[in-house]
């Protein structure tokens, strides 16, 4: 299966273009039925459990490449995103397998950040903090994934150690140029008095983008700028898009 499996990167920018980093995405191409969406074959895949086993083979891949990008020189900047489902986070040995893996690769941890979604942070909220702060001990910095589709209270949010939240695509595509938003506005706003970094992904239109960067968001990913893209053209990506620190 894994020859089967392969990881896309999508960059993530400021607002000027400057990257900041991208999110792994993962691919299944079958021999048979062609590409697989993650949609439909991460939730079959946390059925049956195997999702143990491509998520293991996931963060692998993450830090492979960020070790082989820091070593080719390659201008990657920030961090590189990869997604948890709660399936995975729950597993006990959760912490220890990022640990090994950030020693196997000797990459340098704050290249990695963690993508949650509520679902997966607030079932069990005491051991989840314990968590997240064994994860930040090691450098790896959060994200909250799909912000403003949960149903979680501000106040179990607030008790979170997060460094992002990352606001769902369903909400940025109801941006437009002459809209008022003021969910979207709150989210943000909620995020920047958390002092926390916000990120808008699904960014489609100069519109959205425009709107975005108007109610305070800093960070954005979308098809605007980038789609998930193939190690070889992030490769080419990156290199186009390098700046000085
Ligand atoms: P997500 O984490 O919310 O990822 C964002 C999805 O939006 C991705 O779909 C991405 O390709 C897509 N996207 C990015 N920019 C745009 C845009 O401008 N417009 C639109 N319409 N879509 C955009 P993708 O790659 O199909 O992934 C779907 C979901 O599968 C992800 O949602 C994530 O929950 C899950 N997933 C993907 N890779 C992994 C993985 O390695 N592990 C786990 N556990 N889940 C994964
Ligand atoms: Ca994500
Ligand atoms: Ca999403």
């Known amino acids: 299966v894994n020859q089967e499996l392969e990881l896309y990167f999508q960059p993530q920018v400021d607002a000027v273009g400057r990257m900041?980093?991208?999110?792994?995405?993962?691919?299944?191409?079958?021999?048979?039925?062609?590409?697989?969406?993650?949609?439909?074959?991460?939730?079959?895949?946390?059925?049956?459990?195997?999702?143990?086993?491509?998520?293991?083979?996931?963060?692998?891949?993450?830090?492979?490449?960020?070790?082989?990008?820091?070593?080719?020189?390659?201008?990657?900047?920030?961090?590189?995103?990869?997604?948890?489902?709660?399936?995975?986070?729950?597993?006990?040995?959760?912490?220890?397998?990022?640990?090994?893996?950030?020693?196997?690769h000797k990459i340098d941890p704050g290249r990695l950040m963690v993508e949650l979604t509520?679902?997966?942070?607030?079932?069990?909220?005491?051991?989840?903090?314990?968590?997240?702060?064994?994860?930040?001990?090691?450098?790896?910095?959060?994200?909250?994934?799909?912000?403003?589709?949960?149903?979680?209270?501000?106040?179990?949010?607030?008790?979170?150690?997060?460094?992002?939240?990352?606001?769902?695509?369903?909400?940025?595509s109801e941006l437009g140029a002459n809209l008022e938003n003021p969910l979207v506005e709150s989210m943000i706003a909620i995020g920047l008095h958390m002092k926390l970094a916000v990120i808008a992904e699904g960014v489609e239109t100069e519109a959205q983008r425009a709107a975005l960067v108007r109610l305070g968001c800093k960070h954005f990913q979308g098809f605007l700028f980038a789609r998930p893209l193939p190690e070889n053209d992030f490769r080419q990506w990156m290199a186009h898009n390098a700046h000085p620190n």
């Open 118 to 172: 509520e679902t997966a942070l607030l079932y069990d909220l005491v051991e989840t903090v314990k968590r997240l702060k064994a994860l930040r001990a090691l450098g790896i910095h959060i994200s909250l994934d799909d912000f403003g589709t949960g149903y979680s209270s501000l106040s179990h949010l607030q008790d979170l150690p997060l460094d992002e939240i990352k606001i769902d695509k369903a909400f940025v």
């Open 20 to 104: 900041v980093g991208a999110e792994a995405l993962l691919r299944w191409h079958h021999p048979e039925l062609g590409d697989i969406p993650p949609d439909t074959f991460i939730p079959v895949a946390e059925e049956t459990g195997l999702i143990h086993a491509i998520g293991g083979w996931v963060f692998d891949q993450a830090c492979a490449r960020i070790a082989d990008w820091g070593r080719s020189d390659l201008p990657f900047q920030g961090h590189l995103a990869v997604n948890v489902c709660p399936w995975q986070f729950s597993r006990p040995d959760f912490v220890d397998s990022i640990r090994l893996m950030l020693e196997k």
